[in-house]
């Protein structure tokens, strides 16, 4: 069973930045797609960046050209680098892995991954 340890939430002002992590347990992080998603209070759960096997990003419109995924294999980490936050970015950022093939599509569906962090909340004032 791999287990996803998220960190780096915390409160910032709008305009602020924050950097979270996500360290994996699982054996194959590096052949992993790993993914971030978000959940705000009474709203679903939505895709927001995930970066893939051979290391290309992706990201939701919304947070496009503020926000970079990255990742560290051999330290089973990824990150997500969260620049000029707005109140909107307000909720609990979960991370996700799930195994994949070199030309795997894209994904950016919850049910996509098959394992997910207990996330991190990111508080964004105004």
């Known amino acids: 069973q791999v287990q996803l340890l998220e960190s780096g939430g915390g409160v910032v002002q709008a305009g602020g930045s924050l950097r979270l992590s996500c360290v994996s347990s699982?054996?194959?992080?590096?052949?992993?797609?790993v993914a971030w998603f978000r959940q705000a209070p009474g709203k679903e759960r939505e895709f927001v960046a995930t970066?893939?096997?051979?290391?290309?990003?992706y990201y939701a419109d919304s947070v496009k050209g503020r926000f970079a995924i990255s990742r560290d294999n051999a330290k089973k980490t990824a990150y997500l680098q969260m620049d000029s936050l707005e109140p909107e970015d307000t909720a609990v950022y979960y991370c996700?892995?799930?195994?994949?093939?070199?030309?795997?599509?894209?994904?950016?569906?919850?049910?996509?991954?098959?394992?997910w962090g207990q996330g991190t909340q990111v508080t964004v004032s105004s």
């Open positions: 699982g054996r194959t992080f590096s052949r992993d797609a």
């Open positions: 970066i893939t096997r051979p290391g290309n990003p």
């Open positions: 996700a892995t799930r195994d994949t093939i070199l030309t795997a599509p894209v994904y950016t569906r919850d049910n996509d991954y098959y394992y």
